[in-house]
């Protein structure tokens, strides 16, 4: 398949790009700089500028663009970016779509497990209504942008990701080293659902997508294996050989993140892959402790 990707130059994005070519994919991407190279198309997605021949062709786009959700405290500066870097760049690549001569027949649009709210122990599939808060209302607002691409005859699937495991980037990264020192444990009360997926599932999952026309909608990137934070903390631990007993109370990360904390780390969502296993994925990494051995060894 042609596949113009957004976004390709973040953890996922590039990991992405760099599977689907393995698989024997042509991959474009979009840049803001000058491209380097054929691959590179350039675009302005804060401007709107994209060049609708750039996609002309292509089987798919997918939309993986936006400002890292845990980059900083979410300040008033801070939410502004983070809602704008998603939907100038979405709304850019529907209109350029719209008007490609012959359209993309797909686009893949990222998400976010946020969208469902902090819910606690309730079961959540594809088809639980939306939660409240900040990072709700901005999936709410992605996900409605990347839906117009429906009124050219699109096909739209929405990626709503939970959290992404492999090595060189993403949240494992960062939890290894206090981890490896033995000063790792649960987060806040630790029976909070963390809905999580290995990068390898990531890729496998979109690659899966792009050649299912019978999805459409929200698709829920996680993996089977729930995991509470007390649950990932114990398995991350015993994978190291390291005690994991070191809880990290709900004061102090309110108090280092601010309302970024109740957002990511103590909210509940205990988010099935539903749509995945109903259309015949098959998970490389169903559990944790798959997925610390392929990623940590």
């Known amino acids: 398949m042609k596949i113009i990707v957004s976004g390709a ?28 190279d054929p691959t590179e198309l350039r675009w302005d997605p804060a401007a709107g500028e994209l060049d609708p021949a750039a996609l002309a062709g292509a089987d798919a786009v997918v939309n993986l663009n936006g400002r890292s959700i845990s980059s900083g405290r979410w300040t008033p500066n801070i939410k502004d970016e983070l809602r704008s870097s998603r939907l100038d760049s979405t709304r850019t690549l529907v209109r350029a779509m719209a008007g490609a001569d012959p359209a993309p027949p797909l686009l893949v649009n990222a998400s976010a497990t946020g ?66 020192l033995g000063v790792g444990g649960p987060i806040g ?13 990531v890729v496998g999952a979109v690659e899966h997508l792009l050649g299912r026309g019978d999805v459409e ?17 114990r ?37 099935r892959p539903a749509v995945l296993e ?6 490389r990494a169903p559990a944790l402790a798959d997925a610390f051995h392929t990623i940590i060894g």
């Open 115 to 180: 969208f469902y709210g902090d819910r606690g122990d309730e079961p959540l599939d594809e088809s639980s209504p939306p939660g409240r808060g900040f990072l709700a209302e901005l999936c709410r607002e992605w996900e409605a942008a990347a839906l117009e691409a429906t009124t050219g005859g699109a096909r739209v699937v929405l990626l709503r990701l939970g959290m992404v495991l492999g090595s060189g980037g993403g949240a494992l990264e960062r939890m290894l080293t206090p981890f490896k």
């Open 278 to 283: 109903t259309s015949g994925y098959r998970f």
């Open 235 to 271: 398995a991350l631990g015993e994978h190291l050989d390291r005690p994991a007993v070191m809880p990290a109370p709900a004061f102090a990360v309110r108090l280092g993140l601010g309302e970024m904390a109740d957002a990511l780390l103590l909210a509940s969502s205990r988010v």
């Open 9 to 36: 130059s973040g953890f996922v994005g590039s990991t992405l790009v760099a599977g689907l070519r393995r698989h024997g994919h042509e991959v474009a991407t979009l840049v803001r700089r000058a491209p380097a």
């Open 217 to 233: 909608g929200p698709v829920n990137l996680v993996a089977p294996g729930e995991a509470t934070s007390r649950g990932f903390a």
């Open 189 to 201: 009360s630790g029976r909070q659902f963390w809905p999580w997926i290995a990068i390898d599932d």
